[in-house]
């Protein structure tokens, strides 16, 4: 028997990626099979590589009976792909995420300039017949203030290039180095700062919870009469009615857009019809270089997958041991709700670089695998503003791309090791927090949670002791520590029907400073929350959601 793996190719692939793939395994190319076709031959495969067509379901990883080790998607997104049911099977999944950087970037610049000088209205229009020299006078981009909203690999490419246009070039993403933006002449500033500033704003941000609809009403409102904007990044991250109601105004002077909320967008979308739009159907990776680039890329995972390796760009986690997994259960919750906590305290524009971890253990060194723990902490920071998925493979991979380190300190405890952490601690240095109490004696963000009948609690914020439950969202008053605080703020949330699940303070002595550490179920309103703001003894609050 042939002791080759076997490839099943379901999408056309670039003719450098199947050489590679070829030069390993035994590559069966079969395009446009059925759901049935394909379950039927997957019990024969080691790997199967997709692009975004083929539906990789649970009856796939089902059908293949164990031998089916690694999906490899030609692409970035991995929508299409079933991930739970591939972790619960063994399966690695891997994609293809760098090589499409420049393609995007490219594109982002071409829909930059022909938006500033109308190509695209003037070709159609002088197709028409027209001859309108005077109706599509254009803006020159020297001089002009471009906000780069999301400085990672196709962000940071497109202010390289737009720096070379004359631009000036500002940027918010908070997991951006700042030194590594100097580099480029790049300035970091808050989100609000690159709404106020720019001329023109280019998107790259994933879409997430965190990023859906994040230019809507209100943020159009805080931008500079006749800004121009490009998305080449998600269609999601604009509301596009609110974009219409924009244009309209002439808030927004233009917009030139590759993605849409729903693509195709319908026929009579007044988005697409509005002579102040140009726009393209999703080409941003759509290059001849960027395509055999992505053969190349997911050709080199699959195979390293197949050879035992650990790949970069996996997306699901591996198989862990149940018993593991079961002893660190609560801790994983915890770390990762820590993490998400730690990093919604910094203040916009704060490059977030150095993280420390301190774990309080009663047990030995090697006896208690933090691996895990750290990995969760990075996804909690990270996940919710990023479209990689993080999990115990790509953990320290993606930390490190983005400039984030992460070290880790052990403190060892006296007494029983029956439970394998007594504290988890997280640590942020060298940034400023948007909640000034959660900045410990020592100058850096912190906050510290501990398990409570398997329910993970936050115990810590900065220098004050507290006690509440991490479940729902939470709400940090800084206040003088006086009687009847707690009412307030409870009257507050209870007119609006907002529950509250835990109420704690820590103090630091009695009338001084306190911190006031509030569960909640739901999230208060803006006005809500502006009255828990005003309430005379409040100092500063801060809403974060988990």
């Not at 997709?50 to 649970?58: A, E, F, I, L």
């Not at 609560?330 to 203040?347: D, I, M, S, T, Y």
């Amino acid at each position: 028997m042939d002791s080759k793996p076997t490839v099943l190719v379901a999408e056309k692939l670039g003719e450098a990626g199947l050489k590679l793939l070829k030069e390993f395994a035994n590559v069966d190319c079969s395009y446009n099979l059925s759901p049935e076709e394909l379950c039927t031959k997957i019990s024969l495969c080691d790997a199967l590589v997709v692009r975004s067509g083929t539906k990789v379901t649970r009856e796939i990883f089902e059908s293949s009976g164990g031998r089916l080790k690694v999906v490899g998607r030609a692409g970035v997104g991995i929508d299409n792909v079933d991930l739970a049911a591939a972790t619960e099977h063994g399966c690695l999944v891997v994609n293809a995420p760098t090589a499409n950087t420049v393609a995007a970037a490219e594109h982002g610049i071409a829909l930059l300039t022909a938006m500033a000088r109308n190509v695209a209205q003037a070709d159609a229009s002088i197709k028409a017949g027209k001859w309108l020299r005077n109706k599509y006078v254009g803006v020159s981009l020297v001089g002009k203030t471009l906000a780069v909203m999301g400085f990672g690999k196709v962000g940071s490419e497109v202010a390289r290039r737009a720096k070379g246009l004359g631009m000036h070039v500002i940027a918010h993403d908070p997991y951006a180095a700042a030194d590594r933006a100097r580099a480029i002449g790049v300035e970091l500033v808050s989100f609000d700062e690159a709404l106020a500033s720019a001329d023109f704003i280019s998107l790259h941000m994933p879409l997430t919870p965190a990023t859906k609809k994040i230019l809507n009403d209100e943020t159009f409102a805080k931008m500079k009469k006749g800004v121009r904007i490009v998305n080449v990044a998600r269609g999601g991250v604009i509301d596009e009615e609110a974009l219409v109601r924009a244009l309209d105004a002439g808030i927004v002077a233009q917009a030139a857009l590759d993605v849409f909320t729903e693509e195709p967008p319908p026929q009579d979308s007044k988005l697409i019809q509005h002579e102040n739009v140009t726009a393209t159907p999703h080409l941003g990776a759509s290059t001849t270089e960027a395509q055999e680039g992505v053969a190349i890329e997911v050709a080199e995972a699959v195979v390293g997958a197949l050879k035992g390796e650990l790949s970069a760009t996996a997306v699901n986690a591996p198989m862990v041991p149940a018993e593991v997994l079961t002893e660190l259960k609560p801790f994983v919750v915890l770390a990762e709700k820590l993490g998400r906590l730690a990093v919604q305290l910094v203040a916009g524009g704060s490059g977030v670089k150095s993280v420390k971890v301190k774990y309080g253990s009663a047990r030995a060194p090697d006896d208690l695998d933090t691996r895990l723990l750290r990995a969760m902490i990075t996804k909690g920071m990270i996940e919710p503003i990023s479209s990689v998925f993080i999990n115990l493979v790509n953990a320290d991979f993606t930390a490190k791309q983005r400039g984030l380190q992460i070290s880790e300190e052990r403190i060892l405890l006296d007494g029983s090791p029956e439970s394998p952490i007594e504290f988890i601690q997280v640590q942020i240095a060298n940034v400023e927090s948007k909640f000034a109490s959660a900045i410990s004696d020592s100058g850096e963000i912190r906050v510290e949670g501990r398990v409570k009948d398997g329910v993970p609690h936050l115990t810590k914020v900065g220098s004050f002791e507290v006690d509440v439950s991490l479940e729902g969202s939470i709400i940090l008053c800084s206040q003088v520590d006086q009687p009847g605080m707690i009412g307030k703020v409870g009257s507050v949330l209870g007119e609006e029907n907002v529950n509250v699940s835990f109420m704690s303070v820590g103090r630091i002595a009695p009338r001084k400073q306190a911190v006031m550490a509030i569960g909640v179920d739901e999230q208060p309103s803006k006005d809500s929350l502006k009255k828990i703001g005003e309430i005379p003894a409040i100092q500063e609050f801060v809403f974060l959601g988990l």
